[in-house]
T-cell receptor, first 110, second 112 residues
Framework: RKEVEQDPGPFNVPEGATVAFNCTYSNSASQSFFWYRQDCRKEPKLLMSVYSSGNEDGRFTAQLNRASQYISLLIRDSKLSDSATYLC???????????FGAGTRLAVHP | EAQVTQNPRYLITVTGKKLTVTCSQNMNHEYMSWYRQDPGLGLRQIYYSMNVEVTDKGDVPEGYKVSRKEKRNFPLILESPSPNQTSLYFCASVSPLADTQYFGPGTRLTVL
């Protein structure tokens, strides 16, 4: 079983749609959680950290459920520029490394 | 401007011909890391370095070497490349306060 699992997609949605991505992780001792965004053939970039209380950044909302070992990302009012691959990332406690999911691809169309 | 640079960006080589991919950061970060990215597998850590002269294996270190003689540079060395090392490689520099990884632009390597 992969340490971080994501639905690979692709998610094809029209502009303005709301889309949700889910991610599960296997290590219950994981400490920190992130969503990264990766455009085609480019480097990943931090989109947002994920906190236990949930957090929002404009149209983006991230949620963490430690009991279920589950992370989500909600994108409201999708834009064409949101088309990218979204990577779920987990940092285990006591380790100086990040574990990346394989990513979920989003394609927003007019 | 804070950045991580990698060179070369693209490389086609042949089996067994030693190569080095350079990585440099200007943020004075102590922690740096190398990843490879393959379709369906996500990013996998090859090696990391906690500081100058301190390096350790990641999840997929076989066939790779690294060195950290200066804080800003963290080259990745393939002594005898093989076709299964064809991949997209990213160097990353890590901010200690925010756990944020700053990635270089990537090096697309093809080994024939």
């Amino acid at each position: 079983r992969k340490e971080v699992e994501q639905d690979p997609g692709p998610f094809n949605v029209p502009e303005g749609a709301t889309v949700a991505f889910n991610c599960t992780y296997s290590n219950s001792a994981s400490q920190s959680f992130f969503w990264y965004r990766q455009d085609c053939r480019k480097e990943p970039k931090l989109l947002m950290s994920v906190y236990s209380s949930g957090n929002e950044d404009g149209r983006f909302t991230a949620q963490l459920n430690r009991a279920s070992q589950y992370i989500s990302l909600l994108i409201r009012d999708s834009k064409l520029s949101d088309s990218a691959t979204y990577l779920c990332v987990v940092k285990p406690r006591g380790y100086n490394k990040l574990i990346f999911g394989a990513g979920t691809r989003l394609a927003v169309h007019p | 401007e804070a950045q991580v640079t990698q060179n070369p960006r693209y490389l086609i080589t042949v089996t067994g011909k030693k190569l080095t991919v350079t990585c440099s950061q200007n943020m004075n970060h102590e922690y740096m890391s190398w990843y490879r990215q393959d379709p369906g597998l996500g990013l996998r850590q090859i090696y990391y370095s906690m500081n100058v002269e301190v390096t350790d294996k990641g999840d997929v270190p076989e066939g790779y070497k690294v060195s950290r003689k200066e804080k800003r540079n963290f080259p990745l060395i393939l002594e005898s490349p093989s076709p299964n090392q064809t991949s997209l490689y990213f160097c990353a520099s890590v901010s200690p306060l925010a756990d944020t990884q700053y990635f270089g632009p990537g090096t697309r390597l093809t080994v024939l």
